[in-house]
């Protein structure tokens, strides 16, 4: 148990944050911030402008996560096997993940639909007016509900990375290790 893994867990927990942090402040102060253009008609145009700067960003960051996330999968593979409680951790974690991604890469697409309307009346980035055409009204909607989901998903990543920490504490360890021999003996 004396092995460091810093550059994987840094890459790992890093990703995560700034994917965290970067959602949250672009579902709260970017979009809401749309709403303060004088141009109702520019509020898509500028909020889109501002995810796509940020894009990225944010994919560097999911691939940091990614990558970090492997590289700890592979380097404790034997926890993950052997001790009770960090397998399902870590499968419910990796689902997490996939669907944050799902959820990052579809917002980006309908981002950029939202890019190419170019000036279209609305109350914000992702918020229609009266006079938003139907399609884009649509894709704001979807795009506004997968830009809540994601700092959800990724803050509840970031919640079972906090406790797969709290499972490498050898008290921790020598229990979920026993608790998973003691299962496989009464079988």
Known sequence: MNERNTVVRTLHDMGAAIWLGGSLMGAVGLNGAS?????????????????????????????????????LLLANRGRVRGQSGVTANTAIKTALTVVAIGTTVYSGVLGAKLAKAGKVEAESGAVAS???????????????????????????????GS??????????MLGGFTAKVARLAGR
């Open 130 to 160: 009266q006079e938003t055409p139907d399609d884009i009204a649509t894709a704001q909607q979807q795009l506004r509900g997968l830009q809540w989901a994601t700092p959800v998903l990724t803050a509840a990543i970031v919640a079972l």
């Open 35 to 71: 709403k303060d253009v004088r141009d109702s008609r520019d509020r898509v145009r500028v909020a889109s402008a501002g995810w796509a700067r940020w894009a990225p960003v944010s994919a560097a960051a999911v691939g940091a996560h990614v990558v970090g996330g492997l590289g």
């Open 163 to 172: 406790q797969q920490g709290e499972q490498q504490r050898p008290g921790q």
